[in-house]
């Protein structure tokens, strides 16, 4: 059998991109190693239940506030207005999606990537079983690489696939502990602190019975573990129970090119679509499974290798503003604990916490308040050229 796509990797970008394969009459494989779970704070937006339509049994906290946590302990609790972040177990959201992509059409094969060949036929994707650990293959028309931030399919087939910057994020999920002077499961816990992380940050992010623990750093040499050890003694969750720790990179820059020119699209992590400064992927994975759906449903009617591009242009064009402001965030105030406690005093401002929450929400930069936005602008750089006290809000 030829598949008109190969989708590898069935994680949110994965299992969007074969769904919406699928459901367009596409013969599509979504080939996954199976049993991973990705380590991830699990935040979704309103904006991603919306568009994806996520039922409500896959939502296992509503989050109605954010506090950020500077250096020195100070905090500031930024509620969210009208709304609520949704929290999901990564463990059961990415199998309920791997499954919608099979009810839709898609066929599910287990085994792990190891490489593409190309004959007189056409393009086969070649893959270890997981059941009989032999080699097997997948003849298609075009593959989406969707296996994570070291992407193998990426690095094979895509010009700067293998140079990607990332995060290694590491996370403990634990048994929530009852509601305390330290933990509310209503609200995420955002600790900006160079003892947890030196250029990143920690979090303490309820999932209704349990709660994610993590943080994360582009720095070598870091002790990931001890760093979330110091951060559950400092958010008096140390005696819970531990269920599971996972760790994996987590890519901070979108890749400059996501198609090979040939019959190759990458999306999700594989192609960089984590958002700077807040980590933030599940949306953009979803979205760029979407988006490279869409460019290898036009490459397959049309037959023009161009169209492969349509991926990377479509996400650029709803996102690129918001990516580019996030990497200026993270470069101008993750850089020491100066600029972090600067960063958290911004956050008590009105304007800042009401642009930033709806630019998170709906996933949009607000322009119907320029006098807003110049208010932030100047704060910021008063803050960034030490005009004000680091207090200063």
Known sequence: MIYDAVVVGGG??????????????????LLDRDGRIKPCGGAIPPRLIADFNIPDDLIVARINTARMISPRGRSVDIHIEGGYVGMVDREHFDEYL??????????RVTGTFTGIERNAAGTVVVYRDKASGEAQRLACRVVIGADGARSAVARAEVPGGDKIPYVIAYHEIIEAPKRGADYDPTRCDVVYDGKISPDFYGWVFPHGPQASVGMGTELDGIDLKRATADLRAASGLTDCQTIRREGAPIPLKPLDRWDNGRDVVLAGDAAGVVAPSSGEGIYYAMFGGRVAARAADAFLDSGRVSDLKLARRLFMKDNGSVFRVLRSMQDAYYKSDERRERFVSLCHDKDVQTLTFEAYM??????????????????????LLRLVPETAT
């Open 362 to 383: 709906n996933k949009k930069l607000v322009k119907a308040r320029p006098l807003a936005h110049l208010k932030i602008g100047l704060k910021n750089i008063a803050h």
């Open 12 to 29: 949110p970008s994965g299992a969007t991109a074969a769904e919406d394969l699928a459901r367009a009459g596409h013969r599509v494989a």
């Open 98 to 107: 791997r499954r919608r992509a099979v009810s839709a059409g898609a066929v």
